[in-house]
């Protein structure tokens, strides 16, 4: 390719070559006026489990786990109900995130922002992302806002909110089983005194 022929080239397209540069530069400027303010996203991923028997973590947990009868009896259910989906439906769901949302409105209140109307499910659309990661059990989660300052305060609070949902659950199983076997250890000693 010589040189001077693109020169030249150039050259007498010139008109058509500043036209087009004139008209991208005008648009790109009027886009930068109204363009909106940056937007921020941060990321967490959480590990969630779909356990075929719960973990239950006391001292008699093996006489439960051996014993399938005394947890039908004290009303501990050792099949997991909830499938990854499920998991992951309930973590979206208010009670889970309405904290979150209230926490999110009263920061955005307090820049002066007007939040009356603002509506969980619009806030749950536009700001939070739930999926989970393709044959895992691993949950990805993903917090949009204007507000740099409060991607990092949100996310560890979602995160807090699944922890304390999750734990929920085998505390409420643990409970149940120690009630269970302090009734049955009551219900014995008497029987052995009885016996006696």
């Not at 947990?61 to 009303?75: C, F, H, K, Y």
């Amino acid at each position: 390719i010589k040189i001077t022929d693109v020169l030249g080239l150039l050259m007498r397209k010139k008109k058509q070559i500043l036209s087009i540069t004139g008209i991208s530069l005008i648009i790109t400027g009027i886009y930068g006026q109204f363009i909106k303010e940056p937007v921020w996203k941060g990321e967490i991923q959480i590990v969630i489990s779909e356990d075929k028997k719960s973990k239950v973590n006391f001292p008699a947990a093996s006489l439960i786990s051996s014993n399938p009868s005394i947890a039908d009896m004290a009303g501990i259910d050792q099949t997991s109900k909830s499938s990854l989906k499920t998991q992951v439906e309930i973590l979206k769901s208010p009670s889970v995130l309405m904290p979150i949302f209230e926490f999110v409105k009263q920061q955005k209140k307090s820049n002066g922002l007007e939040v009356s109307q603002w509506a969980y499910t619009d806030w749950l659309r536009n700001n939070v992302s739930v999926a989970l990661k393709k044959k895992t059990s691993v949950l990805h989660l993903s917090y949009v806002d204007t507000d740099k300052d409060l991607i990092l305060p949100a996310l560890n609070k979602i995160s807090s909110a699944y922890q304390f949902y999750s734990n929920r659950d085998r505390n409420i199983g643990i409970k149940k089983g120690i009630r269970y076997l302090e009734n049955q250890a009551n219900t014995y000693k008497s029987k052995s005194k009885e016996s006696r």
